[in-house]
């Protein structure tokens, strides 16, 4: 055990890697999907939650994609899924997902409700207006019940059964939360951010926010500023990505050092050569570098000296047709990550086999 | 000594006995790094052409006066300029009601977290008279230069700015005589695709073993750009980094960003953490961990009994819950009816988040102590 572990109060449980506890009770007792339903009074409350299943958690989570979208094959288009920072920031970490919809509501006034259970009830109070929406709730409500006795019940309580919707509230006139129905610890120096889905459309505008998850061990809440939207109803289907939570390096932050200089080319000289090595080795061994053409004003450049002489001229009289500018992207950085993790994880078996030997 | 010498040849030939050479030359690389236990951000005066990298914001430089250039250029500067991100970006107004988001410890570190990158010339941005966009910062500025009857304003501009980049004296001594090349200077970009272009930053990093570097749109904030989030293997991958953008919209014929300006925030993951998190469920837990969970309703109890706590008071429709029972019998009516100023839904907030906190950094107040646990750990 490190001094520093040891310095760590009894309520922090340290951790050696992250870890996510999926839970189905609520910080204050409950079960975390009691705030789905406007129906809980009296004994409903106790046949709604002898219904309700013990394996699910207010939101679902998934290993974040590299990749999100069907990516339309045009060769003459590069795809920002070819450059591998982008897809790797696209996977870094994990989805939350909605299990229930996720429903907000203007009345005839046109001001949004606050909370869900509100939301619900005042469109199952209106239900000709909202007929659409309450059977696309009701579709969805058999995700938390448990599924033997969940046609019985329904029938005897189609209501209670039925209207039930991912469970919000808002915090302050501008701003909305979600509990998310987990907790998170990760390892010293580690935290947890959760902000929007990374190089996502944004369904809701979420805020960031960064937990020190290291010793805060209860449950985390999604924060989001009151949708804006122009029908009576903004519904969220289920399994919709609303947030992507991920771990930083807080300490590193901390101890960052910025440093200058002169001499260095835009990279660490020793890195630079190797680069430069397996660009000259790709071009040797025939691997093709991706290749970009922009045509007609996005070919204009100041190295070319038709443009150069006049770039108003090449900007506004037109270019030919075969006046092209070719970018091309060589596949270093690809190369030298295989390099890197095949050489790490080599010294990681033969480091075990040392220790076997020993 | 002698026997730790040993002991590590006879390591190092077991392994390079059984490496491949391709192996063998991917292991020197990495044995020849220089061991970090922080990240280093590296800025650098040179771009991977050997020129300064300003020289990418030029249209004039030619052969024949790159040696000018030089000798005019700064010796201290990279191509964007580098800042601790801050807890609060906004002037807040003293009658903006509570919960103002700065009052929430998750939201203003994660405002804070890593740096800023701003902009040191200004970004430039021209439409023809055809109404399209010029994709590279010199082909606008050469544009603007040969219609400089329409954007002398501009011009203008882009010539105060320009001289932050020149060393003073040599700069008064040529700019008359080379005054394109020294006043048509703006921060270098090129179109990257279709639809994105590239910003190089000037700067390389080098982080400690499974910690990435991710560059991305500055947190909580609207940006005056679109920034692609990437990110970058920073433990082996130390070659300059460049900002993703897409291509900004605007109406008029010319967008100019100004110099200082946050373009985007750059930040530390954890990758090995990322790629290594447990997913448990509890059917007991009551969504806490159950130790921190018995001392934190302690704490916010005792509180919010002292006082120490904030309420905070919504009225009209935010004020509608089901626990009420006037609203329960009809939200229908709640909602769109009069409600009475005495219809109140109060919220508290306990701040034990900062105080555990505060509480928790304080355990660590031997710096020196909590950095090489953290070191240790992640090696």
């Not at chain 1, 870890?19 to 809980?40: D, K, Y």
């Not at chain 2, 580098?82 to 939201?107: G, N, Q, V, W």
């Not at chain 2, 100004?258 to 998190?277: G, H, K, M, W």
Request: with cysteine.
């Amino acid at each position: 055990m490190t001094p520093s572990i040891r310095n760590f109060p009894h309520w922090v449980k340290p951790v050696d890697h992250p870890v996510i506890v999926r839970t189905c009770q609520s910080t204050t007792s409950g079960m975390s999907f009691e705030s789905a339903s406007p129906h809980l009074v009296g004994n409903y409350r106790d046949i709604f939650l002898n219904l309700l299943r013990k394996d699910v958690s207010l939101f679902n989570i998934e290993r974040a994609k590299p990749i999100f979208r069907r990516v339309p094959k045009n060769g003459e288009i590069i795809a920002p899924e070819s450059c591998t920072p982008y897809v790797d920031a696209n996977s870094l970490g994990y989805y939350i997902k909605n299990v229930l919809p996720l429903v907000f509501v203007r009345t005839r006034k046109g001001e949004v409700l606050p909370d869900a259970r509100v939301a619900v009830k005042y469109m199952r109070e209106n239900s000709l207006d909202f007929k659409d929406e309450l059977e696309l709730i009701e579709h969805y409500a058999e995700r938390i019940f448990s599924s033997n006795l969940f046609l019985d019940y329904k029938k005897r309580y189609p209501l209670l059964f039925s209207d039930v919707s991912q469970p919000y509230a808002a915090f302050s006139n501008v701003h909305m939360a979600m509990r998310l129905g987990f907790y998170v610890m990760t390892p010293l120096g580690v935290s947890t951010i959760l902000g929007p889905a990374i190089n996502q459309q944004k369904i809701l505008p979420v805020h960031s926010g960064l937990m020190e998850s290291e010793w805060y061990h209860s449950e985390l809440f999604c924060v989001f500023d009151c949708p804006d939207f122009k029908e009576r109803t903004l519904i969220i289907k289920p399994d919709t990505v609303i947030a992507q939570l991920y771990f930083v390096a807080k300490s590193s932050q901390e101890t960052t050092e910025i440093i200058f200089s002169e001499s260095d080319l835009g990279a660490d000289p020793l890195y630079r050569a190797r680069s430069m090595e397996v660009g000259v080795d790709q071009l040797r061994s025939g691997v093709k570098p991706i290749i970009s053409k922009t045509t007609g004003i996005k070919s204009i450049s100041v190295a070319c000296p038709h443009c150069w002489v006049s770039v108003t001229a090449a900007a506004e009289n037109g270019v030919p047709d075969d006046h092209v500018h070719i970018h091309d992207f060589y596949k270093g950085y690809k190369a030298l990550r295989i390099e890197y993790r095949e050489a790490l994880k080599k010294k990681i078996n033969l480091n075990n086999q040392l220790l076997i030997k020993k | 000594m002698d026997k730790e010498k040993i002991g590590k040849d006879n390591d190092e030939s077991y392994i390079n006995r059984n490496m491949t050479w391709e192996e063998k030359m991917a292991q020197t690389i990495i044995s020849s790094r220089r061991p970090v236990n922080r990240p280093i951000i590296t800025r650098c005066l040179y771009g991977s052409q050997g020129l300064p990298s300003f020289a990418e914001g030029s249209p004039y430089l030619v052969p024949e006066n790159v040696q000018i250039f030089i000798r005019a250029i700064r010796d201290d500067i990279n191509l964007l300029s580098i800042h601790p991100a801050k807890k609060i970006f906004r002037s807040i107004d003293p009658l903006e009601k509570y919960p103002i988001p700065e009052s929430c410890t998750p939201y203003v570190d994660a405002n804070s977290l890593g740096y800023y990158i701003k902009n040191v010339l200004p970004l430039v941005f021209v439409r023809t008279r055809k109404g399209d966009l010029l994709l590279d910062s010199r082909v606008a500025i050469k544009y603007l230069r040969e219609n400089k009857d329409r954007f002398s304003d501009v011009l203008d501009k882009i010539e105060i700015w320009a001289r932050k980049i020149f060393r003073p004296d040599v700069y008064d001594d040529l700019r008359e005589r080379h005054h394109n090349l020294l006043c048509d200077i703006v921060q270098p970009y090129t179109s990257f695709t279709d639809f994105h272009i590239s910003i190089r930053a000037g700067l390389w990093i080098h982080t400690p073993p499974g910690i990435s570097t991710v560059i991305g749109p500055p947190l909580n904030q609207k940006g005056r750009l679109s920034i692609i989030n990437g990110s970058i293997e920073t433990d082996w991958h130390h070659f300059e980094l460049f900002v993703v953008s897409e291509i900004p919209e605007f109406d008029q014929q010319v967008l100019i960003i100004e110099p200082d300006t946050v373009i985007a925030q750059l930040y530390f993951v954890s990758r090995f953490n990322n790629e290594n998190a447990e997913i448990r469920f509890s059917k007991e837990h009551h969504s806490a961990e159950p130790f921190y969970a018995e001392i934190w309703n302690k704490m916010g109890t005792r509180l919010v009994n002292e006082g120490k706590g904030k309420t905070i008071e919504r009225k009209g429709i935010a004020s509608i819950n089901i626990g009420c029972p006037h609203c329960f019998v009809s939200v229908t009516n709640a909602a769109e009816g009069e409600l009475s100023d005495t219809h109140i839904l109060r919220r508290g907030f306990n701040p034990a988040y900062k105080i555990i906190q505060h509480k928790y950094h304080s355990l660590f107040n031997n710096k020196k102590s909590y950095d090489n646990t953290y070191t240790l750990k992640k090696i």
